[in-house]
Structure formats: structure tokens, C-alpha cells
Nanobody, 127 residues
Framework: QVQLVESGGDSVQAGGSLRLSCAAS????????IGWFRQAPGKEREGVAC????????YPTDSVKGRFILSRDNTKKTIYLQMNSLKPEDTAIYYC????????????????????WGQGTQVTVSS
């Protein structure tokens, strides 16, 4: 099973940027689709950005489109989430997660589809 470790969370001012990293280890992480999720206090976990094995990316949350960019470096076994123009409503714990999938799998950011999760990294955006 793949192990995931997030890093890069911090406290920033609104309008700032952060890059989160998700380091994968264990079995070959390029056999997995990877998703970034977030959970704010009192709210449900939501998918932010997800990528399939084949490299297809989706951003299901409208509020991050055009501001967040997911990228994947298979040589480094790391998945990144570049977050720009941060807003206070982006404040949350950010998690990366993985799901074993076939090469032709469709993109999904449904959290129940993912079965390996990191411990999360806190992002706090102040106004």
C-alpha cells in the first residue's frame, strides 16, 4: 500500500501563495490516482484537485479553479498543489489521498474512492 506524507502548509496573508507537497512511498505510486482534499472546521471534506495515472486532472471545486494547480513528478514520487491568490475561505487541513486504478480510469475527486490518506497539513489564510 502506498504511504503519503503532506508538507508545505503554513499561515499566510490573503493574496499569498503556498505550494503543498505530497510525497508517496511504498508500492509504485505511479499506479495510483492522487487527490488533494481539504476540510475546514465544521465542514465536510471536499475534493480540490485530482489526477489520474494517465495524467488527467480535474478541479471539482469552482472556488479554486484558476488559482490552484496540481502537478505530478513521478521521478520524485511527489504530487504538488500550487495555491495562488489565497483567500480566508481556503483555510483548512489539506490532505492528499491515493487510489489504485487502471490506466484508463476516469478522474474522480470523490473521497470514498480513495483508500490511502496522508496525515494532513494545515493551511491558514488571514485577511
Amino acid at each position: 500500500q502506498v504511504q503519503l506524507v503532506e508538507s508545505g502548509g503554513d499561515s499566510v496573508q490573503a493574496g499569498g501563495s503556498l505550494r503543498l507537497s505530497c510525497a508517496a512511498s511504498g508500492v509504485r505510486p505511479d499506479y495510483y490516482g492522487i487527490g488533494w482534499f481539504r476540510q475546514a472546521p465544521g465542514k465536510e471534506r471536499e475534493g480540490v484537485a485530482c489526477i489520474t495515472r494517465a495524467g488527467s486532472i480535474s478541479y471539482p471545486t469552482d472556488s479554486v479553479k484558476g488559482r490552484f494547480i496540481l502537478s505530478r513528478d513521478n521521478t520524485k514520487k511527489t504530487i504538488y498543489l500550487q495555491m495562488n491568490s489565497l483567500k480566508p475561505e481556503d483555510t483548512a487541513i489539506y490532505y492528499c489521498a491515493a487510489r489504485r486504478e487502471i490506466l484508463s480510469a476516469s478522474t474522480t475527486c470523490a473521497s470514498y474512492e480513495y483508500n490511502s490518506w496522508g496525515q494532513g497539513t494545515q493551511v491558514t489564510v488571514s485577511s
